[in-house]
Nanobody, 124 residues
Framework: QVQLVESGGGLVQAGGSLRLSCTASGRTFSNYAMGWFSQAPGKERDFVAAISRSGGNKYYADSVKGRFTISRENVKNTVYLQMNSLKTEDTAVYYC?????????????????WGQGTQVTVSS
């Protein structure tokens, strides 16, 4: 089992940047594919980005391509989401997720571990 803890959210003006971090407990972090999802008020939790176990493969939602970058440091048990050129529509709670089968995926249902979320608010 793994526990995920996100950090790095906050309030930023449109056009600004934030870096989210997600640190996992346990010694098997490198076995997990990892992902980031966002959930705005009244909406479903949507896929943002995913990264393979080694970090060699990455997927992005079309809405964040060219603006967000996912990365990981397995020695630190941490996955990151660098968010640049933020827009007001990026405002949401951002969740880190882990897939224990190790396969990179965009599907929410394939992830079996979730963090508590961190709020990102982008003001105009």
């Amino acid at each position: 089992q793994v526990q995920l803890v996100e950090s790095g959210g906050g309030l930023v003006q449109a056009g600004g940047s934030l870096r989210l971090s997600c640190t996992a407990s346990g010694r098997t972090f490198s076995n997990y594919a990892m992902g980031w999802f966002s959930q705005a008020p009244g909406k479903e939790r949507d896929f943002v980005a995913a990264i393979s176990r080694s970090g060699g493969n990455k997927y992005y939602a079309d809405s964040v391509k060219g603006r967000f970058t996912i990365s990981r440091e397995n020695v630190k048990n941490t996955v990151y989401l660098q968010m640049n050129s933020l827009k007001t529509e990026d405002t949401a709670v951002y969740y880190c997720a882990g897939a224990s089968d190790g396969f990179i995926t965009k599907r929410r249902g394939d992830y079996d571990y979730w963090g508590q979320g961190t709020q990102v608010t982008v003001s105009s």
